[in-house]
């Protein structure tokens, strides 16, 4: 059952294998292959309604606010709809303005982090339009959002996020390409991207499989006391979730930086002793990224590369190749083995994997 180990050593180790199967279970009735485009039948919105927001703005905590980072850009990229992502916890202390042309995206595995609960409440009081992208059914969050998008990933034990944040990430491509084919995305990419999600469960089952690879990569690194998470545009959310996950289980400071800005400061950290674990998706930025690598070498700097690209020889110190399934999409798939880095390296500095200090799994207080 989802509450026993079922022989894993702890619940992040199953989580972490449970995720094709969750990831399933986000699809399963959502890919419409008629028309090309994705069905949520917890969203009751008319095509006309779709089409009426002119801005898409994505809350919640932690490592949901990073999995709203992803799905912000999936909602640009894919509908051309300026969208951003903001902490839930700024977002309910501020005074922000509520945009009656907006539609608010609020964000929990729980559905019972205090934070959200409170900018959720506080869009429906100014009347904002939010829907909720919630794993547990009848929890508070849930309750408060109207309409939204159930995970469908289990229950999630471990303190530290794996499962539920993929699933967040494939509903975000769900709801991206939703809102895309009401508007300008072709039926031509509509069905290669429908395709590309419904081969996720597969490609991420055989990064799963690919874990002994990673953990002898983390041993490699587990001297490091600090390392930075680089990534630009489609890997920066990835980078951002990968350096929090590390902190979160290892204990080890890790910092995430865009790429292009580590020249702006930075870099003046970068020598032998400062990894630096680069996402790099196979995209038209990928010469962009190399160029980013080629300065943290030259400096000493040690680099893992997360890729699905193939990278001069040399460059990296080492990489954890990622398949592919569309560029879109490939963010989802970059942040898996980062989770499996994080694990290893907490493994091997022998951490309480499934309970960190300090921490709990949902956060229901100021
Ligand atoms: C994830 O690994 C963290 N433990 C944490 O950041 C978490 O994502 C955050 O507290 C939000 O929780 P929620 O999704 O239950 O709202």
């Not at 969203?43 to 779709?50: C, G, I, Q």
């Not at 898996?336 to 022998?350: D, M, R, S, T």
Request: aromatic content about 6%; charged content about 25%.
């Amino acid at each position: 059952s989802a509450y026993e180990l079922d022989g894993h050593p702890d619940f992040m180790h199953k989580e972490i294998r449970e995720q094709p199967e969750a990831v399933r279970r986000a699809l399963r009735g959502r890919l419409d292959e008629r028309f090309n485009t994705a069905h949520l039948g917890g969203l009751r919105m008319e095509p006309r309604r779709l089409r009426e927001f002119s801005r898409v703005k994505f809350l919640g905590c932690g490592s949901a606010y990073y999995a709203g980072q992803l799905g912000a850009n999936l909602v640009e990229e894919l509908a051309r709809i300026p969208a951003d992502a903001e902490p839930a916890s700024e977002f309910r202390y501020r005074n922000p303005v509520v945009d009656p042309h907006a539609l608010y995206v609020a964000i929990s595995q729980s559905g019972e982090t205090a934070d959200t609960l409170a900018a959720v409440q506080e869009l429906r009081r100014k009347g904002g339009e939010v829907i909720g992208v919630v794993n547990a059914v009848g929890s508070a969050i849930a309750r408060e959002c109207e309409q939204g998008i159930f995970l469908h990933a289990g229950p999630e034990v471990s303190v530290a996020s794996t499962k539920a944040v993929t699933s967040m990430n494939v509903s975000f491509a769900l709801l991206a390409t939703l809102l895309g084919r009401v508007r300008d995305l072709s039926t031509a990419d509509g069905k290669r991207l429908v395709s590309g999600l419904r081969a996720l469960p597969d490609r991420i089952a055989e990064l799963v499989a690919m874990d002994e690879r990673i953990a002898a990569v983390a041993n490699r690194f587990a001297e490091a006391s600090h390392m930075f998470f680089i990534g630009r545009v489609r890997g920066w959310p990835v980078a951002r979730e990968g350096a929090q996950k590390l902190k979160e289980i290892s204990y080890i400071h890790a910092e995430a930086y865009q790429a292009a800005e580590l020249k702006h400061g930075p870099l003046a950290l970068i020598d032998r002793g400062m990894p630096s674990v680069v996402v790099v998706p196979d995209d038209e930025l990928l010469a962009k990224n190399i160029g980013t690598m080629e300065q943290i070498k030259a400096r000493g700097g040690p680099i893992i590369a997360i890729t699905g690209a193939r990278l001069p020889d040399g460059l990296a110190d080492a990489v954890l190749p990622v398949p592919s399934v569309e560029p879109e999409l490939d963010p989802i798939l970059l942040g898996i083995p980062l989770q499996q880095f994080a694990y290893h390296l907490a493994k091997v500095l022998g951490r309480d994997i499934d309970k960190p200090r300090n921490l709990a799994k949902s956060v229901t207080v100021e």
